[in-house]
């Protein structure tokens, strides 16, 4: 029994009223389980699927997101695991989760790991993509494995080249959390193959537990090829009840294309005037954008003094464990902001996040309500804002748009008056070499390819797209070209604009050459000759010497650019861990030998007053 002296445990948000204990007095959970669980009442999922869970049932589970889910599929499937007599053999996994991203996962993992220090450590493996495959099969072979959590394609990987199947022979309870977003993310081949590849249930029974936030057709239907006939039921959400989105203010706003990051910053601004201890989420279209953002920001924080706001980037050009690294650093800062891509749109709980901006066009409504989800999770306070730029205003009319409970923004949110003293000093860091012409130039071509999925929406012909991208590299990103390349759009290999689909007749607004410059700006060398030192040193605001010789190759597409020195907090994902401090020295990148770089800028600026 758990002892009466320990402090009071925390409750879990959205109550039902019945307390873990009161399954212990029912015979469904171990006392030992009750006194390990860090929450003393139950959510309404939980209630309900502990008992058909625990008696080994099938389960087709509906519910909101923040609702404890991960804990009413986790809890059963354990406390059964354990209690049953005839337990899985040490070289034999007796229960395996299915997540579709990578995050989600690693959560998943943690609340395992939780939910099982009472009845002694089981071993929690989480197989993801991203980490060395080799050495997660090093740490699987020859030791116990209690719980797999991995993704799909991850699975797969293990199953059919790493000899994991033998692992599988007597699995005991297989789990499929966000089974909606499993399908969204493309997985629904894979899903089958798993499922062929695992023990014939007729032979070798086993517990299936459905998990879904939406039950459309199609995730009805891949429930019924996983699920026995006699599953149980269960939903959360009555008929007539709202979804979780609808209940969070939402507001949108449009801009000056050019006062895009300007008006941006000075949304980001007013939220944390309001409440300095703010969590922010700001999703961007695309990752090259995120990444981008960031670095204007975390220059933006330094030239203005402001210390008190911890910024965070997390996206899919970043490896595995820097973007744990910084969702856990977002998780535990306070007065902190994460610019993300959509890995972080679905099915990651992170307590307490004040508020979403979404800065750009979402790739639907289905998406739009995704990210909106993040905030006035579990019954709390938040706020969502769509900013878009006044040549996308069309977008809003779309169907799935327009039934969404979205107002005009107050005139007062974001005028001229406040915009302009932001969009001067952004414009100042985006033409600063804090932000350099290579990160601009990805960030264009990933706009070109995002919205060229939009010309029918927004009515664009591909001349008015590419129109509208230079304007974003200019007047936007302020890219400005060297040498020959001195007034032109970012360069672009034809490759490339053949890729992304660019007729072959409007590439003349495109700025097409043989080879990409590199991080300096100079054209790549050819192969061979000897590996030049920097240049001569630079001044303050020179940029060094160019390479000599053949240069490095144009860093791949999966290379991160690395973090702003700045004075603020940082942590990002390519720096990891919680809020590091960063001095004031300059990057020696551009500067002349390796340290010859000046500062960043101009001082002395100071934040605009509000």
């Known amino acids: 029994m758990a002892s009466t002296s320990q402090a009071p445990r925390p409750l879990t948000p959205s109550l039902s009223g019945a307390s873990f204990k009161s399954f212990a007095d029912r015979g469904l959970l171990s006392a030992k389980t009750v006194a ?19 008696k080994g049932l099938d389960i087709l589970a509906r519910a909101k997101t923040g609702t404890g889910k991960t804990v009413a599929f986790l809890l059963p499937a354990v406390e059964r695991y354990i209690t049953r007599a005839n337990a899985s053999s040490p070289t034999q996994v007796p229960i395996l989760v299915l997540s579709p991203t990578r995050e989600l996962a690693q959560q998943i993992g943690v609340e395992a790991q939780k939910i099982s220090t009472g009845r002694g450590k089981l071993s929690v493996h989480c197989l993801v993509g991203g980490n060395n495959i080799k050495t997660e099969v090093s740490k699987l072979r020859g030791s116990r494995v209690d719980i797999v959590v991995v993704t799909p394609g991850r699975l797969i990987d293990h199953l059919e080249n790493y000899g994991l199947a033998e692992r599988f022979r007597t699995l ?14 493309g997985f629904e081949p894979e899903l089958q193959r798993i499922l062929k590849m695992l023990p014939n249930r007729q032979t070798t029974p ?31 959400i ?5 979804s979780t989105h609808e209940h969070v203010p939402q507001e949108v706003a ?21 409440n300095p201890k703010a969590k922010i989420i700001a999703f961007f279209p695309t990752a090259r954008e995120v990444g981008l953002f ?24 970043k490896s595995q464990p820097q973007r744990e690294k910084a969702l856990a650093g977002f998780r535990t800062a306070e007065g902190s902001i994460l610019f993300s891509s959509d890995v972080t749109a679905r099915g990651i709980d992170v307590p307490d996040v004040s508020a979403v901006f979404q800065i750009g066009l979402p790739a639907n409504g289905e998406q739009y309500v995704h990210r909106v989800g993040r905030t006035a999770r579990a019954g709390k306070g938040g706020r969502a804002f769509l900013l878009l730029s006044s040549d996308q205003q069309i977008y809003m009319n779309t169907p799935d748009m327009k039934k969404l409970p979205i107002l005009p923004a107050s005139q007062d949110v974001l005028n001229n008056e406040r915009i302009a003293p932001w969009k001067v000093l952004v414009d100042e860091v985006m033409r600063s070499p804090a932000v350099d012409n290579r990160a601009k130039g990805q960030a264009y071509q990933a706009w070109i390819g995002y919205n060229k999925g939009f010309l029918k929406t927004l009515r664009w012909t591909q001349v008015d797209l590419l129109r509208a991208a230079n304007d974003y590299a200019f007047t936007l990103l302020r890219y400005e070209g060297e040498g020959d390349l001195a007034g032109k759009p970012p360069p672009m290999l034809a490759k490339t604009a053949g890729q992304i689909g660019i007729d072959r007749g409007n590439r003349h607004m495109l700025n097409i050459v043989q080879f990409l410059p590199d991080e300096e700006g100079k054209p790549r060398g050819g192969r061979g000759g000897g590996g030049g030192g920097r240049g001569g040193g630079g001044n303050a605001n020179s940029r060094g010497g160019g390479r000599g010789g053949a240069s490095n190759p144009v860093p791949s597409a999966q290379d991160s650019v690395s973090a702003p ?37 101009r001082g002395g600026a100071s934040a605009p007053s509000s």
Do not use: W
Request: charged share 20%; hydrophobic share 35%.
């Open 36 to 54: 390990s669980l860090p929450y003393e009442l139950s959510t309404p999922i939980q209630e309900q699927t502990i008992e058909p869970g625990v």
């Open 565 to 601: 020195s700045v004075s603020a907090p940082v942590a990002s994902a390519s720096t990891g861990g919680g809020p590091a401090r960063r001095g004031r020295g300059n990057r020696s990148r551009r500067g002349g030998g390796g340290g010859g770089g000046g500062g960043r800028g």
């Open 238 to 242: 009555a008929e007539n009840e709202d």
């Open 294 to 317: 960031f670095e204007m920001y975390c220059a933006l924080l330094q030239r203005v003094g402001r210390q008190d706001i911890i910024p965070f980037e997390i996206h899919s050009r």
């Open 254 to 274: 449009f801009v000056e294309p050019n006062d895009l990051y300007g008006a941006a910053v000075t949304l980001i601004d007013a939220a944390f005037k309001e």
């Open 206 to 236: 086993r517990q299936t537990l459905f998990f879904s936030a939406t039950m459309p057709p199609k995730v009805q239907k891949l429930a019924a090829t996983f699920l026995l006939p006699t599953h149980v039921n269960i939903s959360t």
């Open 172 to 185: 005991q309870c297989l789990v499929l959390d966000e089974a909606d977003r499993l399908l969204d993310q």
